[in-house]
């Protein structure tokens, strides 16, 4: 069965800084990976979904990138602002089986320091 | 129009109520999902409907009942809940769940407290 973790679980960084989040899943034969990003309380919004054959998707200040034989995703942001303090979770998606396909990560919370 | 919506945003009920949490989208997809999520955990997957018709049920308690009307909506039936079942209700949404741009899109979720 597919596992997907994310490391580290919880980062705090002062405003202004890059930062990496790290996904790894333990099957690499997977149809896409997406990014999410959770508010306390919230829904999910959909930041970036790469394809198993992309190496990368970029979004404002959002890099992913996939390294699909290597099992791991990293989520770079830019120049770090408050407004980005929220959890965010990598979903692994193993195509079309009939069951259920979309495996979450546990998530990590990001806190950005004024 | 790229938005999935879920009414009620925070419901509190009894244990002998019943009541529903609703889900629309209006993006042409043709398949919608109820997550459940608790607190400081990732969502899990409750049910998925593929062309309004009920695809997955992942072991989910029948005090949980879903129905799909039509293709925009999606109902979440609650009836005798316990108190462990509140939580974060999720509704989510994609093209269809088995062609390739299997992005979901997830509404702002339903607060549940079950007393």
């Known amino acids: 069965k597919q596992e997907v973790t994310q490391i580290p679980a919880a980062l705090s960084v002062p405003e202004g800084e890059n930062l990496v989040l790290n996904c790894s899943f333990t099957?690499?034969?997977?149809?896409?990976l997406q990014w999410f990003r959770q508010d306390p309380g919230k829904g999910l919004t959909s930041l970036l979904l790469i394809q198993s054959s992309q190496r990368e998707q970029t979004s404002g200040r959002l890099n992913a990138s996939l390294d699909k034989s290597s099992g791991r995703s990293t989520l770079y942001i830019a120049a770090s602002q408050p407004g980005d303090s929220a959890t965010y979770l990598c979903?692994?998606?193993?195509?079309?089986?009939?069951?259920?396909?979309?495996?979450f990560g546990t998530g990590t919370r990001l806190t950005v320091i004024p | 129009d790229t938005e999935v919506t879920q009414t009620p945003k925070h419901l509190v009920m009894g244990m002998t109520n019943k009541k529903s949490l609703k889900c629309e989208q209006h993006m042409g997809h043709r398949a919608m999902y109820w997550y459940k999520q608790k607190a400081k955990k990732p969502p899990e997957l409750m049910f998925v409907?593929?062309?309004?018709?009920?695809?997955i049920n992942e072991s989910v308690p029948s005090r949980f009942s879903p129905e799909c009307p039509n293709s925009s909506l999606l109902n979440l039936h609650l009836h005798a809940l316990q108190p462990e079942d509140s939580a974060l209700y999720l509704c989510?949404?994609?093209?269809?769940?088995?062609?390739?741009?299997?992005?979901?899109?997830f509404g702002p979720g339903t607060r549940l407290t079950v007393l």
């Open positions: 409907y593929s062309y309004e018709k009920l695809s």
């Open positions: 989510a949404s994609s093209q269809h769940e088995e062609v390739g741009y299997n992005e979901q899109f």
């Open positions: 979903a692994v998606n193993m195509g079309p089986t009939g069951a259920n396909n979309l495996f």
């Open positions: 099957d690499s034969a997977i149809y896409n």
